[in-house]
Every structure is written in structure tokens, then in C-alpha cells.
């Protein structure tokens, strides 16, 4: 979530300090899903981004009310807006009539990163759509309004923006010092496809506008025609040429290649995630490893592409906890993962030795997300019923996304905006609970987290059972009571959620018991005749394939002369 500076790679090679490639979007069209549904998914990845459910409820407000805009990442005050008369139910990034927004940043040209007196930045660009939209299209068209009529103040974003019909893919970035607002081109994901996006543009080359299929900001009018599907800045490509990026035909500009050419970190941290995802549900996607891996830039992967096999949401879950497992980046083999084949990498990303810079792999799943989500949206369902918000708080691998219907009214304590923060601990908080587990596996990853694996599928197996149950009930009450089917999700969900952080904080200290100093311990029943018996102790230690890395490097150190007496 946190902004990313342009040529990231270029800054860690001169050694500053700066933050890590963050976030990962997965967008699944509903005739590429199981049942129908659309998904979008998203990990916030940030060391200092706290999880917690964002919440505002739908509100009707007075004639000239003007609302207050804070930068999203900072909080600095920005300026104020006219508000709309009437603001919808949204629950993180989704809200009640199902539209969903996700994002991840990727900086691109680095004098467009900064826009002085424009009000309007990337979180709070999302945020008042999602408040103001009933579809992806109006969604998108309101984000686009925002920006051209109060300016931006981000860098280059991607943006995944879906309803319950369909999914579309928007990268934008802005005009920088001396012009208002942005250039941006969005395009709708065909049916039947899945898109991705990893904090590298993507979008390059897409259909001129024809009146039939592809409009532009000035015929915006036009964007409710279902044919549409391209949607993008009258000045896309002039504000290229004026600039002196871009002088060929209007049918070759690309993008992506003038507002932020790919480098070998745009693939090897960004695109590999993408990457990843693919050919998780296309086989041949192995051509592109030369590009994934930052060897072959030229070798670029589509935009979307259409999966071997139908995709369900808890699919969508579990690409998000990848760590390249299967792949030449595998992250449990190197000799980073340790004893314990741990998947995990500690910042910096990029590190020197002798003059030589090195890097460790950037992997969907990651230890610095602060929340992850997948949307589904149902078309088939009414709004306040369709839409589920599923959510979790820290590392995708270790997490457990619970089910919050995005027409709930309230959210659980346990996630509410304000119960602890980054540097706030309390076992009330469900980002703190779910570190302690998580924080803990990484110690001996390969015995811990198979447990972990464990809970979550039997809890998110649980979830997906149960919420087919709530949507029946839910069902059942809204034609003769929209209000008490409302309240049925909003107590299902605030219950759920609750329920599970205690669940998962009872789990840490089973695991912690079990697992602390070195040892695996099992209880033992106290036999006839005992007060008390100890439990079954495993010492496994490092495992033969370490203590063989260790006399490979030491030789005779640690060597024991003659027989041990015991």
C-alpha cells in the first residue's frame, strides 16, 4: 500500500533505505471462475502498514457538504471536495453493491511522481469511488472525474476494479509539475480470462477509440454502452509526444513502455509474481521464465490470458500464499531459506558483497503485508447478498481470510480501524495475533507451518461451507425484510471474525507450548500411580542436509575425536 519511489532498483543499487515492491492484484473474470463469481485479490504489503478493516458506512449528506481529503499514506492534509448527497456501505475495498478496488504502485517517469496543489492521491481516489459507484464502469469514470477535476498527487498506480459482471484493469499516472491531473488507459478483462499486476505497468498497446469499442475521457458519457471496453485520457499519447517519449504511429504506443519501461527489477521482484500466477493455471507458461527472472525484457507475457480450468475462490487464496514453490526462484531451496526451508527473505531486498550486488527473491506471499483480501462478487445474488469480502490481516501463508458481507453494518472488533496499531501491541487485535503465529513459524518453518496449513484450510473449509448456509437464510429474509437479511451477514460476519482471532490466538499458544526452545513436545496421559509424567520430547535439530553444509565449510572444527561417550 505504501507509495514506491521510481527505479527502485536503481536507489537500493546506491544503497538507500527505502521500502520493499509492494502489493499483488489477481483479477478473475466470472466465466474464468467455478461458479460465476468475479475476484479480485489483494495484498497491502508494507513494514509499516497496520491491518485493520476499513469501514464507512452509507450516509445521505446536506446540499454544499464539502468533505476533508487526507493523504492516504500520510495523513497530511490535502484539501476539501464537494461531498456527494448520497455515499454507499463500503467494507475495505469493496462496497454494498459489490464494486471492488484493488491496487499496486508502480512510480514510472520520476517527474511525474509530484503534482503541487493536487488533491486528490491514489488511497482516497479508490476510496470516495467506492463510496459513490454501482459498477466497475462508474467506478472507474468517478476515479477519472476526481482527477482531472482536483489533480494528482501519486505516482504511477495499476488498479483492478471489478462488479459482480465483470473486471477491468486501469494504469495511470500523472502529468507531473505544470498540468493537471493524469494519462491513464483502462481496458475490460475478456470473460473467461484472468489479469494480474505486480508494481510493473503492464497495459501497452490497446484499441483507439472507434465509438464502438474504445472511448476516450471527452465521450465518458459513453462508458455505461456495454460494447466498451477501452476507456482511456484524450491525451494519453500527445502528452508522449509533447514530452518527447514517444514519436511513432498513435497504433504502437504502448504504455507501459513510456510511462514506466520495465527493467530488470520490474521483472525479477514485479512481473515473476504475475508470472507465478499463470502458470499456476496455464500450462506453457514456463517461456516466459527468461523474462520473469530479468534476462530477457523482450520476451514480455500477455496481459491476460485465458486458464486451463475453471478457478474457485479458495483457489485465488492460495496463489496469494505463493512463494515461487515449483519454480528455478523457489524460495524454500536456496541456502537463504536455512535449516528449516523457510520462504521468507529479511529486508533489504537487494544486499552488496565485495562490490557486488546481490538480491533475494520478492514472492507473492511475504512477511510485511499489514491486510490481503479477495472480493467476490455474485451476480446472481441481490447486492447486499452477492458481495463477500474475504479478509485477512498479515502474511498471506499464515493467514486466515474470514467472510465479511460487504453490506454489514458494523465490522468485528477484533479488525475495527483504531484497536491497536503498528507499534500499539494488544492481544485484542487480530494483526497482532495473527504475527505471533506467523513471526513464530519462521523460526522452523518447515515443522510449524504445516500445522498452520493445516487450521486455515479446516477454518476457511468451515467458512465456505457456512456462508452457502448464511446466503440461504439471508435470502429467505430479504424480499419481506432487507433489513434483518442485513442484519443476519453483519452478525455472521462481526461473530466470524471475532471467533477467529480468539481461535488463532489459542492456536499460538499451542504451537508456542509445543515448539519452544528447540523442542517438539508432546502431551503424555499421567500413568496409575503418577502425580505428574513429562511430555514426549523430539530434538530433530538441524537435519542431515545442514549439518553437511556445516562440515562442508568448517571441515574438522566441530569434529568429536574418537566415539562419544554417550
Not at 24 to 50: C, E, M, P, R
Not at 429 to 455: D, G
Amino acid at each position: 500500500m505504501k507509495k514506491l519511489s521510481y527505479l527502485i532498483l536503481s536507489l537500493i543499487f546506491l544503497g538507500l533505505n527505502i521500502q520493499s515492491f509492494s502489493c499483488t492484484n489477481f483479477l478473475v473474470t466470472k466465466g474464468a471462475s467455478t461458479d460465476g463469481s468475479t475476484f479480485i485479490s489483494y495484498a497491502a504489503d508494507s513494514h509499516v502498514l497496520y491491518g485493520e478493516l476499513y469501514h464507512w458506512p452509507a450516509a445521505t449528506y446536506p446540499e454544499g457538504t464539502m468533505l476533508d481529503v487526507y493523504e492516504w499514506d500520510t495523513g497530511k492534509f490535502l484539501g476539501k471536495i464537494e461531498q456527494a448527497r448520497e455515499t454507499y456501505n463500503v467494507v475495505g475495498n469493496m462496497n454494498e453493491f459489490q464494486v471492488a478496488i484493488g491496487e499496486t504502485t508502480y512510480g514510472g517517469r520520476p517527474e511525474l511522481g509530484s503534482q503541487p496543489d493536487a488533491i486528490m492521491d491514489y488511497g482516497n481516489m479508490m476510496y470516495i469511488a467506492l463510496q459513490r459507484s454501482k459498477s466497475a464502469r462508474e467506478a472507474i469514470k468517478i476515479m477519472m472525474e476526481l482527477v482531472a477535476g482536483f489533480g494528482y498527487c501519486s505516482s504511477g498506480e495499476s488498479l483492478s476494479v471489478s462488479d459482480p459482471d465483470e473486471v477491468w484493469i486501469l494504469e495511470m499516472i500523472g502529468k507531473g509539475e505544470g498540468q493537471k491531473g493524469a494519462v491513464w488507459v483502462a481496458l475490460r478483462i475478456p470473460d473467461g480470462y484472468v489479469c494480474a499486476h505486480a508494481n510493473q505497468a503492464r497495459i501497452r498497446t490497446f484499441p483507439l477509440a472507434d465509438g464502438e469499442k474504445s472511448i476516450t475521457f471527452s465521450q465518458r458519457d459513453q462508458i455505461f454502452e456495454p460494447g466498451i471496453e477501452c476507456f482511456y485520457a484524450d491525451d494519453v499519447i500527445s502528452f508522449a509526444r509533447e514530452k518527447e517519449w514517444f514519436d511513432g504511429e498513435d497504433k504502437d504506443f504502448s504504455f507501459s513502455d513510456t510511462y514506466a519501461p520495465v527493467d530488470f527489477g520490474g521483472a525479477r521482484f514485479c512481473e515473476v509474481r504475475v508470472w507465478s500466477f499463470f502458470r499456476s493455471v496455464k500450462e506453457g507458461m514456463d517461456k516466459y521464465y527468461d523474462y520473469a527472472s530479468g534476462h530477457n525484457l523482450k520476451n514480455r507475457m500477455p496481459l491476460w490470458i485465458k486458464p486451463d480450468r475453471k478457478i474457485a475462490v479458495e483457489d485465488v487464496m492460495d496463489y496469494m500464499r505463493d512463494h515461487l514453490e515449483g519454480t528455478p526462484l523457489d524460495m524454500t531451496k536456496d541456502i537463504g531459506a536455512g535449516p528449516f526451508a523457510c520462504p521468507y527473505r529479511w529486508r533489504p531486498l537487494s544486499w552488496k558483497l565485495d562490490e557486488e550486488t546481490y538480491i533475494n527473491e520478492r514472492a507473492t506471499a511475504t512477511q510485511q503485508t499489514g491486510f490481503i483480501f479477495v472480493t467476490q462478487s455474485r451476480s446472481w445474488l441481490p447486492d447486499p447478498i452477492g458481495g463477500i469480502y474475504w479478509f485477512g490481516v498479515d502474511d498471506a501463508a499464515s493467514t486466515v481470510f474470514v467472510p465479511m458481507y460487504s453490506s454489514i453494518t458494523k465490522v468485528p472488533e477484533a479488525y475495527e480501524r483504531g484497536n491497536g496499531s503498528i507499534m500499539e501491541f494488544t492481544f485484542d487485535a487480530a494483526f497482532w495475533v495473527f504475527n505471533l503465529v506467523s513471526n513464530f513459524a519462521y523460526t522452523r518453518y518447515n515443522y510449524i507451518y504445516p500445522e498452520i496449513r493445516s487450521e486455515q484450510t479446516k477454518l476457511e473449509n468451515k467458512f465456505l461451507k457456512e456462508t452457502k448456509e448464511i446466503d440461504k437464510k439471508a435470502l429467505a429474509l430479504y424480499d419481506s425484510d432487507k433489513d434483518a437479511a442485513i442484519a443476519l451477514l453483519t452478525d455472521y460476519s462481526v461473530t466470524t471474525g471475532n471467533e477467529t482471532v480468539k481461535y488463532w490466538l489459542n492456536f499460538y499458544t499451542y504451537l508456542f507450548t509445543k515448539y519452544m526452545d528447540g523442542n517438539i513436545k508432546t502431551k503424555r496421559e499421567v500413568p496409575d500411580g503418577y502425580i505428574y509424567y513429562t511430555p514426549g520430547v523430539k530434538q530433530p535439530g538441524y537435519g542431515e542436509e545442514w549439518y553437511r553444509k556445516i562440515v562442508d565449510e568448517t571441515g574438522e572444527h566441530f569434529k568429536y575425536p574418537g566415539k562419544p561417550a554417550h
